[in-house]
């Protein structure tokens, strides 16, 4: 059990309720500078191919250094200098589709000659060397700065971070000393629960490969292991059953947009299907939690109706377009985000239980990955999701694939979701850790690594 400060001052934040007595608090803007990159792929005159970290290689590393795998590109000899990667640098996430995703930080460990900061992220640097940047880090990971950056973002469907919100963000400041400590500590006791979270995910993987094998094998072979098989004319796709229908998307249904307002379009009003609900699921909720003012002209032009089927639109990378999400019961008065593209099929040609599991499979990753150009942003056009090859079964053997799938994948997916919740329950202890650690809540002066082993719960 750490022990605690002698004394504590209150703070006056409401999110942030105290810190130790002997502790500072300062706005950013006084320990800190703040620089939005502007590198974005553009083309200049004086151009010079670097390295860029882009928002997926900030979003998903806490560290980056010369062997992290960062997006080639160019930009301007201006940017090389305004925005090189250099040790000691807290990168962000400044803007993203969901208030979840903004305010990630990640910590440039060493100098990476010839590699810039990208767009939608933004550079905080330390204005006094004394100042231990690893500890602003550990503190953007903490809780109480993930509500001020929650309360203070800017937006309804992108979601973003203003300069002013950064700069004025309170951070304590201990002395140096105890700075350096703090931050050792917490990359000591990080890297254990990191280590428990990396097995169970590989774990968490393995499962999911198994299902998602058993969910390609039954949509493009049938259940039928001595049927009759065909070349579907599709290289990459194979042989499937030989009274299947191979054809494309276009043949089967109508393809249809999302709506894009402006921002006091949405936050009130009827069910509003975002771009969320069709990327964390395969199915979408019976119940959206997002609202817009929509019409009743939008409400026709953009329902979701049983046996729709919504795929992600854009997205920074390509891994996260054309994501599926089956429409398994009609919304009444529901519109879709413009994020999002609606495949509409025509009557009696696709079960819903059937696509559910289609559109989640392999085939359409491949095909998207083959044709798809990343430029700044992935883009899904209807174009390309019309030619989407679809290998086609009777109605009545789409059912019986459904039900197939539902009761093979149903105990993975039991064991999936309980191994995620274990790793949700780490997460939450690591955060806990960091916030109480960079707030003064805990006492760590006195820590050496190896004085105590942290108990944890496989």
């Keep these: 059990m750490m022990k605690k400060y002698e004394k504590y001052k209150d703070t006056t934040l409401s999110w942030m309720y105290s810190i130790p007595a002997r502790w500072h608090l300062l706005s950013l803007k006084f320990v800190a500078t703040v620089k939005f990159s502007s590198v974005d792929r553009h083309e200049f005159d004086d151009e010079i191919k670097v390295s860029i970290c882009h928002y997926p290689d900030a979003y998903k590393n806490e560290k980056i250094d010369k062997f992290s795998k960062l997006s080639s590109g160019t930009c301007s000899k201006m940017e090389e200098e305004s925005f090189a990667l250099k040790q000691g640098q807290v990168i962000i996430t ?42 602003l880090f550990r503190y953007l990971q903490s ?94 796709l194979g042989e499937v059953p030989e009274d299947w229908k191979v054809t ?58 049983e046996g729709d089927v919504f795929f992600t639109r854009t997205s920074e990378t390509i891994e996260e377009i054309g994501l599926s999400s089956t429409c398994l019961k009609t919304i ?13 099929p025509f009557s009696d040609v696709l079960k819903k239980e059937f696509s559910r599991y289609f559109f989640r499979s392999l085939i359409p990753r491949l095909h998207f990955v083959k044709e798809m150009n990343l430029v700044t942003r992935a883009s899904l056009s209807q174009e390309l999701l019309k030619s ?35 790793i949700d329950k780490l997460k939450e202890y690591r955060q806990s850790i960091i916030s109480e650690a960079v707030t003064g809540k805990v006492d760590v002066r006195d820590w050496q690594p190896g004085n105590k082993k942290m108990q944890i719960a496989n």
């Design 332 to 344: 009444d008065n529901a519109v879709f985000a413009g994020f999002l593209i609606r495949f509409r």
């Design 94 to 135: 400044k803007d993203s589709e969901t208030p979840d995703d903004i305010g990630i930080p990640t910590y440039v460990t060493e100098n990476i000659p010839n590699s810039v900061c990208g767009y939608h992220l933004a550079i905080l640097e330390s204005k006094d060397k004394a100042f231990d940047t690893r500890f």
């Design 388 to 422: 989407l090859p679809i290998c086609l079964p009777s109605l009545n053997e789409q059912t019986a694939i459904a039900l197939f799938l539902n009761n093979q994948t149903i105990t993975l997916q039991e064991s999936i979701q309980k191994i995620n919740t274990a």
């Design 143 to 236: 809780k109480p700065v993930g509500y001020y950056f929650e309360i203070n973002s800017n937006g309804v469907t992108r979601f973003g971070l203003g300069k002013p919100t950064i700069l004025n963000l309170k951070v304590p400041v201990p002395p140096v000393s105890e700075q350096t400590q703090i931050a050792s500590y917490l990359d000591y006791q990080t890297g254990i629960i990191d280590a428990l979270i990396s097995k169970k995910e590989k774990l968490v993987e393995l499962l999911k490969e198994k299902r998602h094998a058993i969910i390609n094998e039954a949509v493009t072979k049938g259940l039928n292991p001595a049927a009759k098989m065909k070349d579907s004319g599709i290289e990459w």
């Design 248 to 305: 494309r998307l276009r043949f089967l249904g109508r393809c249809q947009n999302g709506v894009s307002q402006s921002g006091d379009y949405f936050g009130e009003g009827d069910p509003f299907v975002s771009y969320s609900d069709v990327y964390k699921n395969d199915a979408l909720p019976f119940n959206v939690n997002g609202l817009a003012k929509s019409t009743d002209s939008d409400k026709e032009n953009y329902s979701v109706v």
